[in-house]
């Protein structure tokens, strides 16, 4: 298993899903851009995400808040005095590990993971949130932060979105964005970083009926990512022990997903009651309760929160589709390919229309084919090696199907269309190309 993150990481680069960023100048750690693939990729786990959150529901509306909030929010919010984790450094190389991390001998002293000595100084707090400037005078009153998480901007926006959105309770406030993280240990990839992408929910129910959504959404986040095609096997719920929580949490629990180096968290789902609301509503002086015309009640809503990282769901569709298979050949040698069996609504590249060859004869009518699919989905048009070497490319990034224009097409105006999973082909008239591929995509 730890080899398979290797060559993860080996194919995102070779195929332009995910590479080091700022690579010419050697690298930043922890900071990777993400090409061609890798965009489109995370394009369309954001749509699935959307889709099952906003657009299927009538009771979740979308927000986008600014990524710079006023300073006095992170107060309110208590990350500024309390959003840290315990930093120690190592006597021997001087080197910083955060001391929840560490590995431990038999007994039970740290070890230090870049020189194996245990010379462990007392661990200090370190805050995670970045600290920048605003405006042309640096002191202490232009002081802001790039936000952690992006649930505050829906907190803090909660009356304004309820009463633009005529919403009555319970509903949402869903937001995709971009937070950032000073973390002390990144690593694995995508999978910790500094700067990364959140999908959170935020969704406000009355006080009492807030255990009854928390088991509701815990149930409709898992369904999404077994929809999604992620392998029943390797996913499961680790519900929060009350040393656990999170000082806002009344229960919280993870869909952890079995990646690579270890069952880890892929999304939370928490239980926040009253406390951001309460918090911001005390701080601000601003009423931010609600009020319910059928029973002439004002409360502050509890909160259920649901949020997953949408890296890290990158990296797990990843592990959980990429595989190797062998087959023997006519020769008696063994014949590799590797696939992405990523779900079709995922796949980066839908449809790849390859010409037998690069004649001039076969090159006018795949364009035109290319044509008329790409209208409908991404595409890609690929005309460089050997037929079966180009087969293997489209397997390598998940390309549920590909249409081969050969020579016959020009007498019979058919086209052989290959799924990627099976390998099986189907021959069709060109002219029905488009309706039996939305039959499967």
């Not at 489109?40 to 657009?55: D, F």
């Not at 927000?63 to 500024?80: F, Q, R, T």
């Not at 006080?207 to 959404?217: H, I, L, Q, S």
């Not at 009344?250 to 079995?258: L, S």
Request: hydrophobic share 40%; charged share 30%; proline share 4%.
């Amino acid at each position: 298993m730890p080899d398979l993150i290797d060559d993860i990481i080996s194919l995102a680069k070779r195929r332009g899903i995910a590479f080091q960023s700022s690579e010419i100048y050697g690298g930043l750690r922890s900071s990777w851009d993400y090409g061609p693939l890798g965009v489109e990729l995370r394009r369309n786990i954001r749509a699935a995400w959307w889709r099952s959150m906003v657009q299927l529901r009538d009771d979740v509306v979308g927000l986008e808040a600014a990524i710079i909030m006023s300073p006095l929010v992170w107060e309110a919010s208590g990350h500024v005095a309390g959003f840290s984790d315990p930093l120690v450094e190592c006597g021997n190389c001087h080197r910083r590990y955060r001391a929840d991390h560490l590995q431990h001998d038999e007994a039970g002293a740290a070890k230090c993971p870049s020189c194996g000595a245990s010379s462990f100084g007392e661990a200090k707090q370190f805050n995670l949130m970045f600290k920048t400037q605003m405006g042309p005078v640096e002191d202490e009153g232009a002081i802001a932060y790039l936000r952690p998480e992006t649930a505050q901007g829906m907190f803090v926006d909660f009356t304004t979105v309820q009463t633009v959105a005529r919403r009555k309770l319970p509903f949402g406030i869903a937001q995709i964005g971009k937070s950032f993280r000073n973390e002390i240990t990144p690593g694995n990839f995508i999978f910790r970083t500094r700067e990364f992408e959140q999908m959170e929910m935020e969704f406000f129910v009355k006080p009492g009926t807030d255990d009854e959504w928390f088991e509701r959404w815990k149930e409709h986040r898992m369904a999404w990512c077994l929809d999604l095609g992620l392998s029943k096997d390797r996913l499961r719920f680790h519900d929060h022990e009350p040393d656990e929580l999170a000082h806002y949490a009344k229960t919280a629990t993870d869909i952890e997903y079995a990646f690579p180096f270890g069952w880890s968290e892929l999304e939370g789902i928490h239980n926040r009651t009253d406390f951001d609301l309460s918090a911001h509503q005390q701080a601000s002086g601003q009423d931010l309760s609600y009020f319910e015309q059928e029973t002439e009640e004002r409360y502050l809503p509890y909160v259920v929160e649901t949020a997953i990282g949408l890296d890290r769901m990158l990296l797990a569709c990843l592990c959980d589709a990429y595989r190797v298979e062998e087959a023997p050949t006519a020769k008696g040698d063994t014949d590799k390919r590797t696939v992405l069996g990523l779900d079709r609504s995922l796949a980066p590249i839908k449809v790849a229309v390859l010409p037998l060859s690069r004649k001039d004869t076969l090159v006018p009518e795949a364009r035109r084919i290319h044509a008329l699919v790409k209208t409908e989905w991404m595409t890609q048009y690929d005309d460089a090696g050997a037929i079966g070497r180009r087969y293997r490319r489209q397997d390598e990034v998940g390309t549920p199907f590909c249409v081969t224009v050969d020579f016959d097409t020009l007498e019979d105006a058919q086209v052989t269309v290959r799924e990627r999973d099976t390998m099986s082909q189907d021959r069709l008239p060109a002219g029905n190309l488009v309706a039996y591929l939305k039959e499967r995509l």
